[in-house]
């Protein structure tokens, strides 16, 4: 998405805030992605297809089930659990998930899950600082940003046994 459509877009947004008592809601959304003068419309992801639309959520369905079942092991004297399904590196630009313990028995895959997930929670912690900067209650996120990029790197450079 160009900038300019980007601005289109939040501009509708904050529109529909406005219309809803300054609450934007998913549902606003959807209704006015429905519109096909909306800039929500296309561009944007909104599957105006029925059919493709179900299989859509479908999927991300799927997804949730996949990432509800739990793996779990013994460390040490305690039972901890983790996803049983990750997603497979190996799988190029197709999604799939492949059992944490088939990861667990290959080092070189464990390794490239590992810093996926790391990379995951580097995301999520970019996101945190950015919304404790706009709120003005910036903290030790950028310690905890610079922590999570050291662990990265000693994820890569992991030997892949």
């Not at 799927?62 to 049983?84: D, F, G, H, K």
């Not at 197709?94 to 929670?121: C, F, M, S, W």
């Amino acid at each position: 998405m160009n900038a300019g459509k980007r601005q289109e877009v939040a501009d509708r947004l904050a529109l529909l805030a406005q219309q809803n008592g300054g609450i934007l809601t998913p549902e606003a959304v959807v209704q006015d992605a429905k519109k096909k003068t909306s800039p929500l419309h296309q561009g944007c992801g909104f599957e105006p297809n029925d059919k493709r639309a179900a299989h859509k959520h479908r999927l991300d369905w799927a997804r949730n089930i996949i990432a509800s079942v739990r793996y779990e092991y013994w460390q040490e004297r305690e039972i901890l659990a983790a996803p049983m399904y990750v997603h497979d590196p190996r799988g190029g630009n197709r999604q799939g998930y492949i059992p944490t313990p088939v990861a667990r028995n290959d080092k070189h895959i464990a390794k490239e899950v590992l810093a996926t997930e790391v990379k995951r929670a580097i995301n999520t912690l970019r996101r945190a600082q950015a919304v404790a900067g706009a709120l003005d209650l910036q903290d030790d996120l950028e310690g905890l940003l610079a922590a999570a990029g050291v662990l990265l790197e000693k994820v890569r450079h992991l030997k892949a046994a």
